[in-house]
Structure formats: structure tokens, C-alpha cells
């Protein structure tokens, strides 16, 4: 099912969305008693998905990024693929949902987008076996690990170039019931696809991602994981609308503004 977390007349609340924009109608929000991260029930109450504004779908305590873990992407930075994958965190105040603006940092000339797929994690776990791994997992997003590409080169941590405020949009929902194994992933900018790749050529598996997490720290209800990026990354500019699709999920699109 996909999970909604949305606002309406101040009150924030999560959903279960029904339908589509091929259902008479449209679709809608069933209304949800509780939160998403145990046994729950739907309300029966409906609102049209149209008049409500969707929020990041989860807050996440942290949200914790590979890099490199697509090869075509390492070859087209000039890197190659590490030994072990790169780990790096994205702070929770760079989370934004869909429609939410991008900010242009003032500090950098150079932010690409980074389509990828987000992993939700559905309980606390640590030192997850592999054949356990997919039991932490809540549901699965669409993100874009918007970089600062020039800080990242100039600055040997990337905590600036990666974790300013508004890097992390996350949405629009969570899709709960999905094979990551193969799914489409694709970037557009003003509508021109720039990035299109498959979830079957990461270079380490959902599960062993959690593994080698999960083995060093705590993952908590709400988590996220992101999982790299296809070839294909490069620049954003002030105006700019950034679409992210994945296959069986949905789209997840941003505007970028000057950041004031």
C-alpha cells in the first residue's frame, strides 16, 4: 500500500492513498488511526488527495547515504567503485516533500541532482543478518540526493556539500508492497529526462546495504537509506523543476529557488 503523511486546515496526519489519477474521482487519502510504524487502522474517513498538501513521508532521525554504488556512476565522476561502500549521513533538517522547494545554497556554483531509490526502515534494529534484512524494512521512496557537486570536490567531508537544508527531498509516499530488485529509476529537469537507470545495476544489494549499516549503528523507526545514483547526474539551476520516478512507486518533483 502507499502511506501518505499530509497537512490539511493545520493538522498533520498519515494516509492510506487510494486509486489514481485514472480513478473517477481521483485519488484519495483514507485516513489512518495511529502511525504507520505498527498495526494500524484505516478510518474510513476520505479527502481527495487533491486538497491536501503532502509532507516528506517520514521524519527521520537520520538518513543514511551510499555513494558510488551505481559503477556507471563512479566512472562518469572519475572514481571507481570502493571495496566498501561509502556512508555518509544527510541531516534530518535537509528532509523536504514533494512541491517543496529546492534552496540554492549561496555557497556553491555547482548543485547537480542525484535520482535515487529511499529505503524506510519499519522498526529499531541493529546488527541485521542478512536473511532479516528485508523484516526492518517499512516500504520503499522516491529521493533526490541533491549535491553541492564543486563543495564535494573542494572539502574532504561532504557534510556541507550533501546535508545543506532542502538536499533531501523524499516522496511523494511509501510504497510498502514492491520488488526493489528491478525498478525503473529516472530524473527529468523542465520536463527532459537526464537520468534513467535500473535498481538491478546497484552494486550492493538492499540487503547487504543494511548489513554493513546496521553493524555499526542503530537504525530507528523512520530511517532512511538511500541507495546511489545512475549515471547521468549534473546541474540544477535557480528555476529549474527536478522530477524523480521510480517504477511502481510514483514521482517526487521540487522546484529550485534562490535560497535567500
Not at 155 to 176: I, Y
Not at 206 to 220: D, K, R
Request: proline residues 7%.
Amino acid at each position: 500500500m502507499r502511506i501518505a503523511r499530509f497537512s490539511i486546515d493545520g493538522n498533520v496526519a498519515f494516509g492510506v492513498v487510494e486509486g489514481d489519477a485514472q480513478t473517477e474521482g481521483g485519488p484519495v487519502l483514507d485516513i489512518i488511526k495511529g502511525h504507520p510504524f505498527a498495526e494500524f487502522e484505516r478510518s474510513g474517513q476520505k479527502i481527495p488527495l487533491g486538497k491536501v498538501r503532502l509532507l516528506p513521508p517520514v521524519l527521520p532521525n537520520k538518513v543514511v547515504a551510499i555513494g558510488r554504488n551505481y559503477a556507471e556512476h563512479a566512472k562518469e565522476l572519475g572514481q571507481t567503485v570502493p571495496d566498501t561502500p561509502v556512508v555518509f549521513f544527510k541531516p534530518s533538517t535537509s528532509v523536504i516533500g514533494p512541491g517543496d522547494p529546492i534552496g540554492y545554497p549561496a555557497f556553491s556554483n555547482e548543485v547537480h541532482y542525484e535520482a535515487e531509490l529511499a529505503v524506510v526502515i519499519g522498526r529499531m534494529c541493529s546488527q541485521v543478518p542478512r536473511e532479516r534484512a528485508k523484516e526492518v524494512i517499512l516500504g520503499y521512496a522516491c529521493a533526490n540526493d541533491v549535491t553541492a557537486r564543486d563543495i564535494q570536490r573542494s572539502e574532504e567531508q561532504w557534510a556541507r556539500a550533501k546535508g545543506f537544508d532542502s538536499s533531501c527531498p523524499l516522496g511523494p509516499w511509501v510504497e510498502t508492497e514492491l520488488d526493489p530488485t528491478d525498478l525503473g529509476i529516472m530524473c527529468t529537469v523542465n520536463g527532459e529526462q537526464r537520468q534513467l537507470g535500473r535498481t538491478s545495476d546497484m552494486v550492493r544489494s538492499i540487503e547487504e546495504l543494511i548489513v554493513h549499516i546496521t553493524e555499526a549503528m542503530t537504525l530507528l523507526p523512520g530511517d532512511v537509506i538511500l541507495t546511489g545514483t545512475p549515471a547521468g547526474v549534473g546541474p540544477l539551476n535557480v528555476g529549474d523543476e527536478v522530477a524523480v520516478t521510480i517504477e511502481g512507486i510514483g514521482t517526487l518533483t521540487n522546484k529550485v529557488i534562490k535560497r535567500g
